[in-house]
Every structure is written in structure tokens, then in C-alpha cells.
């Protein structure tokens, strides 16, 4: 990958299936997250803007080899290259898919003025659920999709994708099991879900699809910012 969110070609390709890069402002400092044969990783939020100007606040996984921990602060700007990975995680008998951005690179840089592609993903893999196609009260097509991706040492990542207009109608048609290459964003949003009798508060996160192929057709959807 290169500055800017260009997208390497010449990796090994179970890295080429799955790349991400984001540039944007730490919400916060790095926490300590879990070590492994001596190796510590930190996750943190980073802020990444949209066309818009709002934030999508996305959750980063760094190795401590990656960078110095102590110079990432919030409010630092911040470029990370790497994969979006998942894992299933159990909470009193209740298990959720974790999702967040797995670091490979990690720049501490001076400004974000001269990056104007400031989050892109690019995920190769299969349909594993069936699509689920609807409509917004406002008329909007949506398809939301979940796609896993091959990952080292037979795992996969689940990726959860939602495609808005044509796409949308396009993947509705697809079977589960089906090849699907995604060009688009990282997103965050908010919902609320009721739990036991307490309203909570909760972030998902998804590829916003931009451009999609399947058995060589390809179909481009502006994507709602």
C-alpha cells in the first residue's frame, strides 16, 4: 500500500485479499490489550473523517514493535496500514463478532492536509450467509452482506458489508458461497439494544461498499457519506 490509500499488488496474497488503510486523529490513548510470546499489543480509536466532516471512530490493534507507544497520544495524526480482522469473543454465555483494524504499519506524522483518500478497503472472499436485502424508510435500497476472507493458518475473518442502490440489487441475487471483491470504506455507527431491562448503547462497525465484482461484473455505487 502506499501513502494516500493506494493498494499494494505485489504482496503475498493472502495480505492482497484483505488491506485497509486509514489516516486520522487518536481519540485516545493506547491500552494495553493482550501479549503474546513477549510481543504486547495496545488497541486505540481513531478518528477518520468523512466527506461529510463527521467521524467514523475506528478501533486499531498496534504491536508495541510497530511504534512508540509513548509518542502516540491523543490527538496525534496518525496513518495505519493493515488488515480488518474479526474474532468471536464470550461474555456471560453471549458471543459477539470483535472486529478492528489489525496494524502492519503505523506513522505518527505531522498533518493529514496532504492525504485525501483517508480510508479505503479492499476485501476479496465468500458469501457466508445469506444476503439480506431492505429498504430505509426514505426508499434507500440496502443489501447487507457478510463475507469471509482467508486468513494464515486456515482462519478466516468475517466481514459484515452493506451495499446501497444497484449494488444492493445486484447482491441480492448472489448465492452464499459466492466469490465477492469489495472496494470501499470502513464505517462506525451507532445503535441501541435492549438488554435484559436496560437500553444500551452500541457501535458496529462495516465496509460501506463502493464497488463490487463477482464472476467478472463489476457495478459501482456512490457511497452515502
Not at 479492499?122 to 430505509?136: A, E, Q, S, V, W
Not at 468475517?158 to 440489487?169: K, M, T
Not at 457501535?203 to 457519506?225: F, H, M, Q, W
Request: proline fraction near 2%; charged fraction near 25%; charge should be positive.
Amino acid at each position: 500500500m502506499t501513502r494516500g490509500g493506494g493498494i499494494m499488488t505485489n504482496e503475498n496474497a493472502l495480505f492482497e485479499n484483505n488491506v485497509v488503510y486509514v489516516a486520522g486523529i487518536a481519540a485516545g490513548e493506547p491500552s494495553f490489550s493482550h501479549e503474546i510470546y513477549g510481543e504486547k499489543f495496545y488497541v486505540f480509536n481513531l478518528n477518520v473523517e468523512r466527506l461529510s466532516k463527521s467521524y467514523d471512530t475506528l478501533p486499531v490493534l498496534i504491536s508495541e514493535r510497530l511504534v512508540n507507544i509513548e509518542k502516540l497520544n491523543k490527538g496525534s495524526f496518525v496513518e495505519v496500514e493493515g488488515q480488518f480482522r474479526s474474532y468471536n469473543s464470550s461474555n456471560n454465555g453471549r458471543s459477539k463478532l470483535v472486529l478492528n483494524i489489525f496494524a502492519r504499519e503505523v506513522r505518527i506524522i505531522d498533518s493529514l492536509d496532504n492525504i485525501h483518500n483517508r480510508n479505503t478497503i479492499f476485501l476479496d472472499g465468500f458469501i457466508c450467509k445469506k444476503p439480506n436485502y431492505r429498504t430505509t424508510p426514505f426508499g434507500r435500497e440496502i443489501t447487507d452482506i457478510l463475507i469471509a476472507v482467508n486468513r494464515a493458518y486456515n482462519k478466516s475473518d468475517y466481514i459484515p458489508c452493506i451495499c446501497w442502490g444497484r449494488n444492493a440489487r445486484f447482491c441480492e441475487k448472489l448465492d452464499v458461497g459466492a466469490n465477492l471483491k469489495v472496494w470501499g470504506r470502513l464505517q462506525s455507527r451507532t445503535y441501541e439494544k435492549k438488554l435484559d431491562d436496560r437500553i444500551i448503547k452500541k457501535i458496529a462497525y462495516e465496509v460501506s461498499v463502493t464497488k463490487l465484482e463477482s464472476d467478472s461484473e463489476v457495478e459501482t455505487e456512490k457511497a452515502v457519506t
